[in-house]
């Protein structure tokens, strides 16, 4: 069955950015010149998907703001004759059909993904995390895991391998590798190093089968009162295989703020408008 629908997590305090995310989602934080969800959104469309799900919370209106019309700035551009501009904006209010539901509670990204159940109906589906933001020359990040589904018809996991000495930061899988490919035995949530059963980190994009919101049913919270996706996809293993996709690209943990900044400086660095005179800037540095 192709993957029709995604749903985007992004109920998320943004404690790692404040002050900036007092006021403003991290969601809508500039990375060059475009909210960081964008890139995400941009990067489901490019895979096929038709329907995107947001999954808000408190004041998280300029998400939605952003993606809805604005028929004063359009006016205004169009009075002036700012006619890119103009195309511009319309495109991004084009992009696709999203749907909003509201997380009431921070109670963890299984918690998250149930509140789409009924959005989602029996159908498999895309989760994309807009913290990770996947750079690709080629097929797109979550376009990788929809291959491999097609293929399997099972759940898929995109993984990374990531240093030892950051292990703990990060979901973690155990695998076998047969002919089928990496198939997934377990999965373990912030190990330390000494316990992590492998270097291949859980990053922030899933393709998984409605079976999931059964098990985050029942799964219950932890000490922080947080409900897992990875405690719920490890139950779920019992039932399903699962498989992992190293996906080719490079990943920003945009979430962290020596994550964004590389984001920043290496996306500036790849447009033809900008970056030829920022190398020549950042060359010229002498702090």
Known sequence: MKIRKAVFPVAG???????????????????????????????AITAGITEIIMVTGRNK??????????????LLLKGKGATDLLNLTRKITDMCDISYIRQKEPKGLGHAILRAKNLV???????????????????????????????????????????????SAYGVIDYKTTEEGVEITALVEKPPADEAPSDLAIIGRYILTPEIFEYIERTEPDAK???????????????????????????????????????????????????????????????
């Open 121 to 167: 109906g029996n159908e498999p589906f895309a989760v994309l995390l807009g913290d990770d933001i996947i750079y690709s020359t080629g097929k797109p990040g979550i376009a990788q895991l929809t291959d491999v589904f097609d293929k399997k018809q099972a759940p898929v996991i995109a993984v990374e391998k990531v240093p030892m000495e950051n292990i």
């Open 13 to 43: 305090l943004g404690t790692r950015f404040l002050p900036a995310t007092k006021a403003t989602p991290k969601e809508m934080l500039p990375l060059v010149d475009k909210p960081l969800i964008q890139y995400v959104v941009e990067e």
């Open 61 to 74: 209106n300029a998400i939605e703001d952003h993606f809805d019309r604005s028929v004063e700035l359009e």
């Open 225 to 287: 009162g947080e409900i897992q996706l990875t405690t719920a996809l490890n139950a779920m293993l019992g039932s399903s295989s699962m498989f992992a996709c190293q996906f080719a690209g490079t990943r920003y943990d945009a979430g962290d703020k020596l994550g964004f900044l590389k984001a920043t400086v290496e996306f500036a660095l790849r447009r033809d408008d900008l970056g030829a005179d920022f190398r020549k800037y950042l060359k010229g540095l002498s702090l």
